[in-house]
């Protein structure tokens, strides 16, 4: 058994044993056991992959596996990880864990629970390791479909609503990115050996540039969608305001991310020259969705939602970094897809422990949680400045990367793009300012008496998650020598 | 040489002599003895199903008539693989409704009869033999859909199912006799030979596709389908809604790959007005269905149109994936159809609304229907993601991005309505659920298969590669 294998067999394995539990306890323990241990593989992989890079080894992916799997039409199971998987990997199990501590006391259905949150995991990590498009898409379905009974069964307010609207959304974008698939597929190879190999068809380098202008616009809608590409996002909103608190955080810390993630590896890497033609048109959305998701995260009340719209805005500032196409700004998109992992995961977390305390997320009803539960609204504080970019956590190092990436091009229009993105920060310190003012200060509220503190199991949680924002924040160079190489590699087509 | 005869027909044989001892042990038995006739043809159709497994090997019989090769035998293989899951369901609703009324054998005479005429449908080497099939395949299940004739739907939708089967096979026969006309000859071999194409072939052609169409249910031949789905016992309207759909569109391959071959571009595009037309009238008629049956009517129309995007590929791409589709179709599709049937039996109920709070009185059956409908509505890991997928890129192999695109629309809109069960029964609390109920034995072996096929045919990939290996036959 290779070792990227084992992401997918030791959650597909904890999913086989949760079904066995009798109850809250047991299933609780099974899935906390298994990531735990998927974590401690994640950390042995970043340690074994530090030494083969040390060891000179800068080979495009490192421990491949390539195994046949349906012959005639050349799938292939293929995978392997560089810098960036394994960081994206380390980055799913902590949340997936802190999701698991959060969830500690859920009571209704708790086995389907964990195993529905299992199974997402089970397509993130899976869809991080693959290099082949058709397993990346089936590992891509795999870690969408749960979400629906996910929100449907454990969720709040509108959630068949939420639920329905956010499953069809994003598989009606996996659908378009399916054609795209194929159009890739059947010009992946000048002599009539299709494959569906990432490396091989960038090696091969075949697929006509006007398919190119085809097939990209659908691939980037496609995986945009689920990386909150305006004005395809409005799935997220309502999603994450319906969600349970641990689906919230792995929703939106981890599985938002396989957008920008799929676009970095599959969709600008395999079409260039569609790149190329396309990227004015998708810079302006991003924009749009980068300023346009801090000004309504202004006029909401809700803090699910104020999170979410806040999601939309910093996810759009991945997109953006991306359509820079210099190596700061990747190194800057991909740093933002790690540090915003963990911080709105924090954040939902948070809000979710306040959600269940004062019994509402309506920031204009409650006053003054400073006094009552000190741990948890000094951490929202701790969370809310990461998110406005304040040095020291990792959002500054990520969005100043972004900026100076935006900025390093030569071109007036991109200049001017870069500008209007990074003013959505001072509305961002407006917002969350907004929010740490009217909630979190001032004189507590009377019905607050008998509110409990965070228990250990919450602390956890949130421990894990401040620990790698001011991880990242403090030593980015670390981070981003992991990063670095990938994104080296994979502009190489953008570098004629 | 008689053991020729026997090797080259023994699916086809071996059916008749099911029917007749079937029939003859019925004779023997007193009207309180007849559930022994379960046990015997569980027994027959086992034996009948595991030397259908056996390779086949390539021949012809009465001058041409009949072929066979072992794709032709593998796709029998697959019909009674269907065959026997529907007959594990059926087993309860033979012991509660038809045993008292003294029928049991009947049952399993006409399923078995259908049978046997789409075996000889699909094996046809000539018009004749295709003619006779069909009848044959049509006849029967007219008599079954009538099984609960106290039952106004259920006589309602014989009398349906007959009239416009027969109007069809009439269709059909004038198109036939049109072709006759302008080829002289009614052997495929030879029709492949003629040379000229003159308009009235053309017209005999489109006749003649029209009745395949309207087996295989595709729009604007498919009115029947949900009356008679619905007033149909349950395990009829399963095996019409699989294995004669199945069949039906296995000869349409046949049939336009071999001896129509010469109408490439006219069947081309008939075939794309007819996916699109088929997806869309399936999944819009579907998405406000209440009735299961009628749902899950609809729901096979819209995967006739799918079906029809690996058809159009036109080539042995096009026929693998439409065989590897069509095993996944029915184990998704029996599985579908016995959730519904299960749930029927025991509560009576089977409206969507009264599905409501089931996971949490029944988990199994839900957990099976849900599987069954993720499977239809494409989502991996389940064999019916494979099953599309390569469906999709053989439309995509021949350019055809345009349709797939229309189709990949289509399955967001199926997967609105396959999640609606899925809704009712795991999102939605009720006062009065369906309360627990503990089914047989039959019906749960039969499940437990239909859901290890869902799981595990897609993935396990050598399944895919045997078929692609014997569909190698031109």
Redesign the interface.
């Known amino acids: 058994m290779d070792i990227l294998t084992l992401f997918v067999i030791v959650p597909a394995l904890t999913v086989g044993i949760l079904l066995f539990t009798k109850n809250l306890r047991q299933a609780r323990l099974t899935a906390l056991a298994g990531m735990l241990i998927q974590t401690a593989m994640a950390f042995h992989l970043l340690w074994r992959y530090w030494q083969e890079r040390s060891a000179g080894n800068d080979a495009v992916m490192l421990f491949t596996k390539d195994k046949l799997?349906?012959?005639?039409?050349g799938?292939h199971y293929h995978i392997g990880v560089d810098g960036i998987s394994v960081l994206m990997i380390m980055l799913t199990s902590l949340i997936v864990v802190a999701g698991i501590f959060v969830s500690w006391k859920i009571d209704d259905l708790p086995k389907e629970f964990f195993i529905s949150l299992i199974m997402l995991a089970t397509g993130v990590f899976g869809f991080f390791i693959s290099l082949d498009l058709?397993t990346m898409?089936?590992?891509y379905?795999?870690a969408v479909?749960p979400m629906?009974?996910l929100i449907?069964?454990w969720g709040s307010g509108p959630?068949?609503y939420a639920?329905?609207k956010l499953?069809?959304m994003l598989?009606?974008a996996s659908?378009?990115l399916?054609?795209a698939i194929?159009?890739i597929?059947?010009h992946s190879s000048p002599d009539g050996h299709y494959t569906f190999n990432i490396l091989e068809i960038a090696k091969n380098a075949a697929i006509p540039p006007a398919m190119q202008k085809i097939f990209f616009p659908l691939a980037f809608i496609g995986f945009g969608t689920i990386g909150a590409l305006f004005p395809f996002h409005t799935w997220s909103p309502d999603g994450h305001a319906s969600a349970p608190t641990a689906v919230s955080m792995l929703h939106a810390g981890v599985l938002m991310k396989l957008g920008g993630y799929g676009i970095f590896r599959v969709v600008m890497y395999l079409m260039p020259q569609g790149t190329l033609f396309w990227t004015d048109f998708f810079l302006v959305l991003a924009v749009i969705g980068v300023v346009y998701g801090a000004y309504s995260a202004i006029r909401q009340t809700d803090l699910k939602y104020i999170n979410a719209y806040s999601s939309v805005s910093h996810l759009g500032l991945v997109l953006f970094g991306l359509l820079m196409l210099n190596k700061t700004a990747w190194n800057g998109a991909m740093l933002q897809s790690l540090s915003h992992g963990f911080i709105t995961a924090l954040f939902f977390a948070l809000i979710g422990m306040i959600y269940g305390r004062t019994h509402t997320r309506d920031v204009t009803r409650m006053r003054g949680i400073l006094r009552i539960i000190p741990f948890i609204a000094t951490a929202y504080i701790i969370a809310g400045m990461a998110n406005l970019g304040l040095p020291g956590f990792s959002g500054f190092v990520a969005e100043m990367n972004i900026f100076v990436g935006g900025f390093l091009n030569n071109d007036l229009f991109k200049q001017t793009m870069t500008v209007l993105a990074a003013s959505s920060i001072v509305v961002t310190a407006v917002y969350i300012l907004r929010v740490v003012g009217m909630m979190i200060y001032g004189k507590p509220k009377e019905e607050y008496r008998g509110i409990p503190q965070a228990q250990w199991y919450e602390k956890t949680a949130i421990y894990i998650l401040i620990f790698f924002i001011s991880a990242i924040g403090m030593i980015p160079s670390f981070w981003i020598k992991f990063i670095e190489p990938g994104v080296e590699n994979f502009l190489k087509p953008f570098l004629h | 040489m008689y053991w020729d005869i026997f090797h080259l027909m023994r699916n086809e044989i071996l059916i008749i002599i099911a029917i007749l001892t079937v029939m003859t042990v019925d004779l023997f038995l007193s009207k309180n003895k007849k559930h022994h006739v379960i046990r015997l043809a569980h027994l027959l159709f086992a034996v009948i199903l595991i030397w259908s497994l056996l390779p086949g090997k390539t021949g012809y019989l009465f001058g041409h008539s009949y072929l066979t090769n072992p794709l032709i035998n593998f796709f029998k293989a697959i019909m009674n693989i269907g065959v026997m899951l529907i007959m594990l369901q059926a087993v309860n609703w033979i012991k509660r409704d038809l045993i008292p009324q003294g029928f049991a054998s009947e049952f399993y005479i006409l399923i078995w009869a259908s049978l046997l005429g789409l075996n000889y449908m699909i094996s046809s080497g000539d018009f004749l033999m295709f003619y006779l099939g069909l009848e044959l395949s049509a006849l029967p299940i007219a008599a079954a859909v009538a099984f609960e004739f106290f039952r106004k739907r259920s006589a309602e939708a014989a009398i349906k199912y007959i009239m416009l089967a027969a109007m069809s096979s009439a269709i059909m026969l004038f198109g036939i006799s049109l072709i006759y006309a302008t080829s002289g000859s009614i052997y495929f071999h030879d029709i492949v030979n003629t040379k000229e194409m003159p308009l009235l072939e053309l017209i005999g052609f489109v006749m003649m596709v029209s009745g395949v169409a309207f087996k295989i249910s595709l729009v604007p031949f498919h009115f029947w389908t949900a009356d008679v789905y619905e007033g149909a016992p349950t395990v009829i309207s399963n095996y019409l809604s699989v294995i004669s759909k199945g069949a039906a569109v296995f000869i349409l391959m046949i049939l336009l790959f071999i001896p129509l071959r010469r109408y490439e571009q006219t069947w081309t595009i008939m075939l794309y007005v007819l996916a699109v037309l088929t997806m869309f009238t399936g999944n819009f008629f579907a998405l406000r269905q209440q009735n299961m049956k009628r749902f899950l009517a609809y729901s096979s129309v819209a995967q006739a149109g799918f079906i029809l995007l690996g058809v159009i590929g036109g080539n042995v791409r096009a026929l693998?994936t439409v065989i590897y589709f069509i095993l996944i179709y029915i184990f998704s599709n029996v599985a579908a159809f016995g959730a519904v049937h299960v749930i029927a039996m025991h509560s009576g109920k089977e409206n969507m609304k009264d599905y409501e709070g089931l996971y949490r009185t029944n988990p199994l059956i839900s957990l099976v229907l849900m599987l069954a409908l993720?499977s239809l509505a494409g989502?991996?890991?389940l064999a019916g993601?494979f099953g599309k997928?390569?469906l999709?890129?053989t439309a995509?192999?021949k350019g055809y991005?345009w349709l797939?695109?229309i189709a990949?629309?289509n399955?967001?809109i199926s997967?609105?309505y396959y999640?609606l069960p899925?809704?009712a029964a795991?999102?939605r609390k009720s006062e009065n659920p369906i309360p627990h109920f503990k089914s047989d034995i039959y019906t749960r072996i039969g499940l437990v298969i239909l859901v290890l096929g869902i799981l595990f045919l897609g993935l396990y990939?050598p399944v895919?590669?045997y078929i692609?290996e014997i569909s190698k036959i031109f």
């Open positions: 799997w349906f012959p005639t039409w799938i058709f898409f089936v590992f379905e795999i479909i629906y009974l449907g069964i959630r068949e639920a329905m499953t069809l598989m009606g659908a378009l399916l054609v194929l159009g597929y059947f | 693998e993720f989502i991996p890991f993601f997928f390569f999709y890129a995509a192999e991005y797939v695109f990949v629309i399955v967001t997967l609105y999640l899925v809704r795991f999102l990939s895919y590669e692609a």
